[in-house]
């Protein structure tokens, strides 16, 4: 089985940045998108950023748009997040999808392969 490991979450002031990183590890596949979840406690999973290799297109949650960057590669992905706020606080989660299933890289259910999270903590 193809895995994903996280890195790169740790503690950060309010306006920090951090860059979290996903290395696919296994048998390595290209993918249909990319992207980067969260999930803070007693919230659900939320779409964060996400790439279509098809269409090459990037897409971001309204709460992070001009903050978060995704980029990377079929090996690796990256989410450079700047200007952080407490409320970016939460396990975030890299995943990869191998086909088209539903089209919308926004759903989780989209998504074929899982990291097992980072925990980000910003401070006021």
């Known amino acids: 089985q193809v895995q994903l490991v996280e890195s790169g979450g740790g503690f950060v002031q309010a306006g920090g940045s951090l860059r979290l990183s996903c290395v696919a590890s296994g048998r390595t596949f290209s993918t249909y998108g990319m992207g980067w979840f969260r999930q803070a406690p007693g919230k659900e999973r939320e779409f964060v950023a996400a790439f279509s290799w098809s269409a090459g297109n990037t897409y971001y949650a309204d709460s992070v748009k001009g903050r978060f960057t995704i980029s990377g590669d079929n090996a690796k992905m990256y989410l450079q997040m700047n200007s952080l706020k407490p409320e970016d606080t939460a396990v975030y989660y890299c995943?990869?999808?191998?086909?088209?299933?539903?089209?919308?890289?926004?759903?989780?259910?989209?998504?074929?392969?899982w990291g097992q999270g980072t925990q980000v903590t910003v401070s006021s």
């Open positions: 995943a990869t999808s191998v086909a088209y299933y539903s089209g919308n890289l926004k759903s989780a259910s989209e998504y074929d392969v």
